[in-house]
């Protein structure tokens, strides 16, 4: 245990930081053949080469070399938490989350009082979407140190994404009494709200997140879907064109614009923002969708299989681009390719389990 109360103050772990263009020097750390024996001395001297050549490596983002140094520095104490520790973020960093959470347990075994441990336990179960585990790990930090904020927000975020929503919005709601201007905090309400059901309370906290940060595109679009749950269509449309006129390369709002015209009966404008959405993002599988079947409303049959192939060629599983694409060969005469493409629907369809669709399109067949 000396050497880990030697090391202690050569052992914190380093946020990550990318120095772009920068080229950090490491001096190379030569470890000692198994054939020699150290002296105490001599072995902390190597351990706090090996863990501060680490935190550079950490630092300049060269995780596999960094973890190396660390692993050997636990090869010569295995007492030492911190190592553990820093072990456990590299392999977070690495996204290895699995081999992130034995390492912060290891830590945790070592010195159980330690709430940055725990933080970075829970975080690991989180990417795990082990969030059972995540909360009640959160939990653990909060006990050990109750005003941690960043551990409070992690507990909100596992309860939202394990749909446990009304303990969630209780965690949210004690933030942001703390801190009401915490944004994350204040989105989230708005959010949990509308996962509840309670529209317009919803929308009154995504209104009051809105004036913490005006320039967020996501929580007006998330403002704008609020306002349409409610029947506001208009209020929701007004927000996703002040979204898309201030960020043209917002596709989410671009699209929710298309999906409201489509909606209100103007397939021509609906037809052109979709159009618009394609020019901005050609793979936009959501968007081609959108034409094929806005051709297709409109009897367009020659466009209505241009449309298609397009689509098809992006999503070759999209069981209702066949049919629809089907339905147009035959209304253009092409009754041989019209019955291969409805074939090719129907497998799609009975691939995907759709009992409907398979028997919409037996139903078709038989007539050809």
Request: net charge negative; charged share 20%.
């Amino acid at each position: 245990m000396r050497l880990y109360y030697h090391l202690l103050r050569f052992s914190n772990i380093v946020s990550s930081v990318v120095l772009g263009g920068m080229i950090i020097s490491v001096s190379p750390v030569f470890a000692h053949g198994p054939e020699q024996i150290l002296s105490e001395e001599a072995l902390i001297e190597e351990l706090v080469d090996l863990i501060e050549s680490g935190e550079e490596l950490i630092t300049a983002g060269i995780l596999v070399e960094a973890l190396s140094r660390y692993q050997h520095a636990l090869s010569l104490d295995q007492e030492n938490p911190k190592i553990f520790s820093a072990i456990g973020y590299i392999q977070a960093l690495m996204g290895n989350f699995q081999a992130a959470a034995s390492a912060f347990q290891n830590a945790i075994e070592l010195e159980p009082q330690n709430a940055s441990f725990y933080f970075g336990l829970a975080h690991a179960y989180s990417r795990l979407e082990d969030y059972e585990a995540a909360a009640q790990t959160y939990r653990q930090v909060l006990e050990l140190q109750p005003s941690y904020l960043q551990a409070r927000l992690g507990l909100g975020a596992v309860l939202f994404r394990h749909e446990n929503f009304e303990e969630a919005l209780t965690v949210y709601r004690e933030i942001s009494q703390q801190h009401p201007r915490n944004l994350q905090a204040a989105e989230a309400i708005g959010l949990t709200l509308l996962q509840l059901g309670d529209l317009n309370a919803a929308i009154s906290a995504l209104e009051y997140a809105a004036t913490l940060d005006s320039s967020s595109s996501r929580i007006q679009t998330s403002l704008g879907l609020a306002y349409l749950e409610t029947g506001n269509v208009e209020a929701g449309l007004a927000i996703f064109r002040k979204v898309a006129e201030a960020d043209p390369q917002n596709i989410d709002a671009q699209l929710q614009i298309g999906r409201i015209l489509w909606q209100q009966g103007d397939l021509e404008a609906a037809l052109e923002q979709y159009q618009q959405i394609v020019r901005l993002q050609p793979d936009s599988i959501a968007a081609r969708d959108a034409i094929s079947d806005i051709f297709f409303e409109q009897q367009n049959v020659l466009m209505t299989i241009v449309a298609h192939r397009e689509l098809l060629e992006l999503a070759p599983d999209h069981a209702a681009g066949y049919y629809h694409l089907g339905i147009a060969l035959e209304a253009r005469g092409r009754t041989a390719e019209a019955i291969e493409t409805l074939q090719k629907a129907r497998s799609l369809f009975l691939e995907q389990g759709n009992e409907e669709g398979t028997q919409i399109v037996n139903e078709l067949l038989q007539k050809l």
